[in-house]
């Protein structure tokens, strides 16, 4: 199974308190409603983001063109450093921008204020490019490719994980990409991050739901992500025996242990259970390989946070396996760089589902 992920090229938030601020190295991307109590009038935030639309075309032509269109899947991460504000049903929409923009090199707190890139106004510079609809020009989609959506209330995990794959086909050629493969990647539609209409420019202290996420200028492992997944699953055990107890070992096979973000490594697992069958034969029956059952995952954690970077997935993650035995392939561009990871193991053997944390370390460093 296969999980790609790609970072923006650029973001900012958009201020419509402040119309010509840039904010394009700040390392936060804002979407709110406020109602401050001095001057009060609703303020909103809005995030865009920009992914090269080289690489999600990359991505297209190299891994999931020739895949039926359900065994992929496209979605935007966005991990929340403060949130607010929340009230049962406060919801946030992605949908996409028209047209160019130019980044910028402003923070919220600059002072002077920078104008020198994309702000609520304008999509480069003040003075330069205004948007048609102040706060970005955002696609009129048909019904079958609007905005998609996210819910959340005061108990609800509060990162933003939302399936964007429509607006992916959109940015890659129009809806025909799927039928017709029709790739025109411009790289000129980005992401619009914002409260659902009826949220917006809302009055009252009531109202006033404020999401700050981390930017791609982060300084923490929490940039925004566009994460694809894909089934890539090949399951053929050859003359391999397959194990049977959940009394086992498995061995991760194939890691160097450092890896540049551009490699793609496969890991090889040797399975054997603990307590072999005596049977006479010439070779050591500890060196025997065996197969795992389909139901066998993998997840990569982050060694320093201890956090899932992907977790286990009954279908993306699943481990695969050809006749010499199991393995998975993991591309290393979706992560963080300089940091070590650990991968973990699941499988379900005669009714026990057994987690193997083995402390399997690798790293990843700039190539």
Request: charged fraction near 20%; include cysteine.
């Amino acid at each position: 199974m296969a999980v790609y992920k790609i970072f923006p090229d650029r973001d900012a938030t958009l201020y419509s308190a402040f119309p010509i601020t840039n904010t394009g190295d700040d390392a936060i991307l804002e979407v709110s409603n406020t109602f401050p109590p001095i001057n009060p009038s609703p303020r909103v935030s809005r995030a865009i983001i920009d992914f090269q639309g080289s690489q999600i075309l990359n991505i297209w032509n190299n891994h999931l063109k020739t895949l039926a269109d359900s065994q992929w899947t496209a979605h935007l991460r966005l991990f929340a450093a403060e949130v607010s504000g929340i009230n049962q049903n406060t919801t946030i929409e992605v949908g996409l921008i028209s047209g160019s923009f130019d980044n910028g090199t402003g923070q919220y707190n600059d002072s002077p204020k920078s104008t020198n890139g994309v702000s609520w106004d304008f999509k480069y510079y003040s003075g330069s490019g205004a948007w048609v609809t102040p706060g970005g020009d955002i696609r009129d989609t048909t019904s079958s490719y609007g905005p998609v959506t996210q819910s959340f209330d005061r108990r609800t995990v509060q990162d933003l994980n939302v399936d964007v794959k429509q607006l992916v086909e959109i940015i890659l050629g129009e809806d025909n990409l799927v039928i017709y493969g029709n790739l025109i990647a411009t790289g000129e539609d980005s992401f619009i991050i914002k409260l659902i209409d009826t949220q917006e420019f809302i009055s009252g202290s009531a109202n006033q739901p404020d999401f700050k996420f981390f930017s791609v200028d982060t300084n923490t492992i929490y940039p925004p992500q566009l994460e694809f997944r894909w089934d890539d699953f090949a399951y053929e055990t050859g003359s391999l025996a397959p194990i049977t107890t959940s009394d086992l070992e498995i061995a991760l096979d194939s890691n160097p242990g450092v890896f540049y973000s551009e490699s793609i490594n496969r890991f090889r697992l040797n399975v054997r259970p603990d307590f072999p069958v005596r049977t006479y034969q010439t070779s050591s029956i500890y060196t025997t390989n065996h197969y795992l059952p389909t139901a066998s995952y993998y997840a990569i954690k982050d060694l320093d946070t201890n956090e899932f970077i992907v977790d286990f997935d009954s279908k993306y993650t699943k481990v695969s396996c050809d006749s010499t035995g199991n393995y998975f392939d993991l591309y290393m561009n979706g992560l963080q760089p300089e940091r070590y990871y650990k991968i973990l193991l699941q499988t379900t053997v005669s009714g026990s589902t057994l987690v193997k944390d083995e402390d399997y370390i690798f790293k990843v460093i700039n190539g």
